[in-house]
């Protein structure tokens, strides 16, 4: 009998264990969620770009249509392809975050065999409704990402994903005198919705845009890092 | 034998990723093969006396307490297709996942300690099944079930297909579900006896093609 | 296609009552060895009942070439047919026929037994090279072929399966095929057609009305390295790799010309190493 390789990652076919067999802690694993078009796989580009010299990262996909969002980031070259991979999700990719995450905690622990022990795996949802989150057997914090060119009523609206994120990121914020979306409103609104939950206004077309996301990215590794 | 586990097993929402999986029913409906209830019918009874059949029989038998890394190479000689042993492997691996936090097991343990890169995903069922306290029979209705169930979902979010003839298709299905599970546990039996050669072996040569067609495909909804 | 037919006289006669002793059980035998010399001599070449085994001349040299003469007009219902063939370590051997075997109905409602039986040693070679198995309405058969192969064997293989001759409904046919190297399984898979076989066998997931089903099997230690890539070949064709150092050609087509046609331009560019291979 042909047995498989001893793996390097016992904790493979456990579910949300924090610890590797040598007792590190394994990658810290951030959702990114949102509407379609929001800006969730730009975001994503941006925080490998600012990241990925201080911390081993890695992305996840889960695409409405097999590889598209993987296919984006591997076009654009923010990490090597080995550490890009896509979740199939037929037809349903909130189902693939939420109620049945086998296939995405699968991909982690591929990406962990391929390249090694990760600092992060950022897990990117497909584009759904703005009712779809990640499971906390998943990711350890998720960001939800919307844009102001979608209507500046979505805070007002609330949904799960405003009001429980633990980062919401109001994106495109240079479009907003062209969309004539209210800024001040939408954070008015997102403040009475979150409460002590932050909320960023970012533009990726601005130097530097990303810069928020990331520092609170870095804070969250720090956080995971000392627990 | 536990009921509840059986239920457990079964349903549709045990998070073990069959719902990313439309057993062939995606490249089925590219081709024109299903489009509406008549035909899904015709292909779920098709695939369920080959295919399902053949997984039927290996969860029987794995659950009846055959040695998994033996029903595991018969898996992967009956499973012609590179595609669908892919698919089954990490199915498998998936599965065992869930397993494992529903009841806990040396046996399961055992299993993916042997095989970390995932064992053929009826054996797990089969391996899981005796874990959870059921018995072969069980096991075979829940992998019958398992074959015919997926594509029926898939070809509800593929076509459009009415979700009430869709299930409509499922219980027509229901004597030949019992047969084929009597079946399987008849041959899983013969098994622990002969061994594994005397499991059935039921091919459906358009599953085989039609998986290595979806798989080269840019554009799908499905896994496989 | 051609169906050639040699029938023997007993097959002339008016079907036999059930139970007499017409019904054919006959066991065909073919060794093939090294002969000492760098080719392969044939120290066994055993015909029986309608199975006549005839050294051709080989086309390449080093191997031997044995074609199955008259095999056609069986089996009939309730006949027991077998074909065994040994290929010693280090010889190399291709067994060819003369014509398509038809399964045409016996007298009673037994099904013929068709048990073919290929062993193949170390550094050896066996081509099994068959014409296609027409199922005619009204026969039933199962038909077995078993090989088995040591670790370095080479195994070429070709099975045909044609439902029914031009426009009529096949008879009952079942065929398995079971392929195990080195002691372990490699390859088993069994189709099952006609009346009284399992419901769906004609439906969209099994044959969807194609009339002629092909598997083409390479087995080689090469394989063990360098796998194939898996691919489709036009719409009802796909060649796979298996789990071991083995690649497979599944095909169903509406007829068994149509189906030689891709099998034979499959097996030319496997055996010249044409298909891309995975890169570990």
């Known amino acids: ?227 | ?224 | 296609m051609t169906v050639t037919s040699t029938s023997g006289a007993s097959r002339t006669e008016p079907p036999a009552p059930p139970g007499d002793t017409s019904r054919v059980s006959a066991t065909a035998r073919i060794e093939a060895r090294p002969d000492g010399r760098g080719g392969t001599a044939l120290p066994l070449l055993a015909g029986a009942g309608p199975l006549a085994p005839r050294r051709t001349r080989a086309p390449v040299p080093g191997e031997a070439h044995v074609t199955l003469v008259g095999a056609m007009s069986a089996p009939l219902g309730g006949d027991r047919l077998a074909v065994e063939v040994g290929v010693a370590p280090g010889a190399r051997l291709r067994v060819t026929a003369s014509g398509a075997t038809l399964a045409l109905p016996g007298a009673g409602s037994d099904p013929a037994d068709y048990r073919i039986r290929l062993t193949v040693g170390q550094d050896a070679t066996l081509h099994w090279l068959p014409e296609p198995l027409v199922s005619v309405c009204g026969s039933a058969l199962r038909q077995t072929t078993c090989a088995e192969l040591a670790p370095g064997a080479r195994l070429l293989l070709r099975e045909e399966q044609v439902l029914g001759r031009h426009g009529e409904p096949c008879g009952r046919l079942t065929t398995r095929l079971t392929v195990r190297r080195a002691g372990r399984p490699l390859l088993d898979q069994e189709l099952d057609c006609g009346p009284g076989a399992p419901p769906g066998w004609d439906g969209p997931a099994v044959l969807a009305g194609h009339r002629a089903i092909g598997q083409l099997l390479l087995v080689q230690p090469e394989f063990e390295s360098g796998p194939v890539q898996p691919q489709t070949l036009g719409e009802y064709a796909a060649l796979t790799p298996l789990g071991g150092p083995a690649a497979l050609v599944t095909a169903v087509a509406p007829d068994a010309l149509t189906l030689r046609t891709i099998l034979d331009e499959a097996a030319s560019d496997l055996l010249n190493d044409r298909f891309e291979a995975v890169r570990s």
Not at chain 1, 135 to 161: E, W, Y
Not at chain 2, 74 to 102: E, I
Not at chain 2, 151 to 163: K, S, Y
């Open chain 1, 1 to 227: 009998m042909h047995l498989d390789h001893p793996t390097t990652f016992p904790q493979r076919h456990t579910h949300s264990s924090p610890v590797r067999s040598d007792g590190s802690r394994r990658a810290l694993r951030i959702g990114l969620g949102g509407p379609v078009g929001s800006g969730k796989t730009a975001t994503v580009a941006a925080l490998c770009r600012a990241l990925r010299e201080e911390l081993s990262i890695a992305v996840i996909t889960n695409d409405i249509y097999t590889r598209e969002d993987a296919e984006h980031l591997l076009r654009e070259a923010v990490l090597p392809p080995e550490r890009i991979t896509a979740v199939e999700t037929g037809a349903c990719p909130h189902t693939a975050i939420r109620d049945d995450i086998s296939a995405n905690l699968e991909a982690v622990e591929d990406l962990e065999d391929a390249v090694g022990p990760l600092d992060l795996v950022l897990v990117e949802s497909g584009g759904d409704n703005l009712t779809a989150t990640f499971s906390r057997g998943l990711v350890d914090a998720q960001m939800f990402v919307i844009d102001v060119a979608g209507g500046d009523d979505i805070p007002r609206k609330g949904g799960p994903g405003v009001t429980g994120s633990d980062l919401l990121v109001v994106n495109k914020t240079d479009l907003a005198p062209h969309v004539g979306s209210d800024l001040d409103a939408m954070a008015r609104d997102a403040a009475e919705q979150r409460g002590e939950l932050p909320v960023v206004f970012q533009s990726l077309r601005s130097e530097d845009g990303v810069k928020t996301v990331a520092d609170w990215v870095r804070e969250r590794i720090a956080a995971w890092i000392a627990a």
């Open chain 2, 1 to 224: 034998m536990s009921r509840s586990a059986l239920l457990i097993l079964a349903d549709g929402r045990f998070p073990a990723g069959g719902h990313a999986h439309s057993g062939g029913a995606e490249a089925a409906v590219a081709a024109g093969r299903i489009t509406d209830a008549v035909s899904l019918h015709a292909f779920c009874r098709g695939r369920l006396h080959t295919a399902g059949l053949v997984a039927a029989a290996l969860a029987a038998a794995a659950a009846d307490g055959v040695e998994p890394l033996a029903l595991d190479e018969a898996a992967d000689a009956r499973t012609a297709s590179a595609a669908l042993r892919t698919a089954s492997r990490r199915l498998g691996r998936q599965l065992m996942r869930a397993a494992h936090a529903a009841w806990p097991d040396p046996q399961l343990d055992a299993l993916a300690a042997a095989l970390p890169r995932g064992a053929h995903q009826p054996v797990v069922l089969g391996v899981a099944a005796r874990a959870g306290g059921l018995g072969p029979l069980d096991a075979a209705h829940c992998a019958a079930y398992e074959s015919v169930g997926g594509p029926a979902t898939a070809v509800v979010r593929l076509l459009g297909l009415d979700p009430f003839d869709a299930t409509a298709v499922l219980a027509g299905l229901g004597p030949d579900l019992d047969t084929v599970a009597e079946r399987a546990v008849t041959a899983a039996r013969s098994a622990a006896v002969q061994g594994v050669e005397a499991l059935p072996a039921a091919s459906a040569p358009l599953l085989d093609i039609g998986a290595e067609t979806h798989a080269a495909r840019a554009t799908r909804l499905f896994a496989s």
